[in-house]
């Protein structure tokens, strides 16, 4: 007698087939909404992001470009450059940045060109106090001195030519101090140094020396001031 088993077994057995088919249909929908949702959840917090990141990106460009001096040229350049680094796509913050690159190197060409300026003024000071301390008015005294005591003119024109090398121009102002109380001088007519080299030429005689030389950038005596010797 062939044995077909109990009916009630197969029948269990294929409700549970079922429930397990549903179970892995339902487990793959959970699975794949979840995915969905972390993916849309992750693209709302990254666009979220960007955008703060962009707000405050051109909060900072526009702070840079508007600064009234409560940054230094040195945090500006660097928030820039951070700014530049992050590659935001955002046109408006790349119209900023062209900008703050613009003023910045304004800022920057004054900031080199002062220390230009500056530069040259220390160099300036250094050669008139050399010019002061350093010995230096022996050599424009003695080449007075030396039109003054030229055997002839030629010679002297000569000695003239030499000491106006010194000089910025033949018409550079000579002040002749002829007395002084305190800050109060007193000068005698002045004169210019080309005036004052031909006088003593013809005069045959160096009677003041040199005080003071005020130089001009290029190292040339501008103003000379005398003082009887």
Same mark, same amino acid.
Not at 10 to 24: D, E, Q, T
Not at 107 to 119: H, I, Q
Not at 180 to 206: A, C, M, N, V
């Given at each position: 007698?062939?044995?077909?088993?109990?009916? #009630?077994?197969?029948?269990?057995?294929?409700?549970?087939?079922?429930?397990?088919?549903?179970?892995?249909?339902?487990?793959?929908?959970? *699975?794949?909404? *979840?995915?969905?949702?972390?993916?849309?959840?992750?693209?709302?917090?990254?666009?979220?992001?960007?955008?703060?990141?962009?707000?405050?990106?051109?909060?900072?460009?526009?702070?840079?470009?508007?600064?009234?001096?409560?940054?230094?040229?040195?945090?500006? !350049?660097?928030? #820039?450059?951070?700014?530049?680094?992050?590659?935001?796509?955002?046109?408006?913050?790349?119209?900023?940045?062209?900008?703050?690159?613009?003023?910045?190197?304004?800022?920057?060409?004054?900031? !080199?060109?002062?220390?230009? !300026?500056?530069?040259?003024?220390?160099?300036?000071?250094?050669?008139?106090?050399?010019?002061?301390?350093?010995?230096?008015?022996?050599?424009?005294?003695?080449?007075?001195?030396?039109?003054?005591?030229?055997?002839?003119?030629?010679?002297?024109?000569?000695?003239?030519?030499?000491?106006?090398?010194?000089?910025?121009?033949?018409?550079?102002?000579?002040?002749?101090?002829?007395? *002084?109380?305190?800050?109060?001088?007193?000068?005698?007519?002045?004169?210019?140094?080309?005036?004052? #080299?031909?006088?003593?030429?013809?005069?045959?005689?160096?009677?003041?020396?040199?005080?003071?030389?005020?130089?001009?950038?290029?190292?040339?005596?501008? !103003?000379?001031?005398?003082?009887?010797?």
């Amino acid at each position: 007698m062939m044995n077909t088993g109990n009916p #009630l077994r197969f029948k269990f057995a294929g409700k549970f087939r079922m429930f397990l088919v549903m179970m892995l249909i339902v487990s793959l929908g959970a *699975s794949f909404t *979840s995915c969905k949702s972390s993916k849309k959840a992750a693209k709302k917090k990254a666009a979220m992001e960007l955008a703060e990141k962009t707000a405050k990106a051109k909060a900072d460009l526009l702070a840079i470009i508007n600064d009234d001096g409560r940054m230094t040229l040195e945090e500006k !350049e660097f928030k #820039l450059a951070t700014i530049k680094r992050m590659n935001l796509e955002d046109q408006e913050v790349k119209d900023l940045i062209i900008q703050a690159e613009d003023v910045l190197a304004r800022e920057r060409a004054a900031v !080199e060109r002062r220390k230009e !300026e500056e530069r040259m003024q220390r160099e300036k000071e250094a050669r008139e106090r050399e010019l002061r301390e350093g010995g230096q008015f022996k050599a424009i005294n003695q080449s007075l001195d030396a039109v003054a005591s030229a055997s002839d003119v030629s010679s002297a024109n000569a000695r003239i030519r030499e000491a106006m090398a010194a000089f910025a121009g033949d018409d550079v102002p000579v002040l002749i101090l002829i007395s *002084s109380d305190g800050d109060i001088k007193d000068y005698d007519r002045p004169t210019t140094i080309r005036k004052y #080299l031909e006088f003593i030429k013809d005069q045959k005689k160096s009677p003041n020396k040199v005080l003071n030389a005020v130089l001009d950038n290029n190292g040339k005596i501008k !103003e000379l001031e005398l003082i009887k010797k």
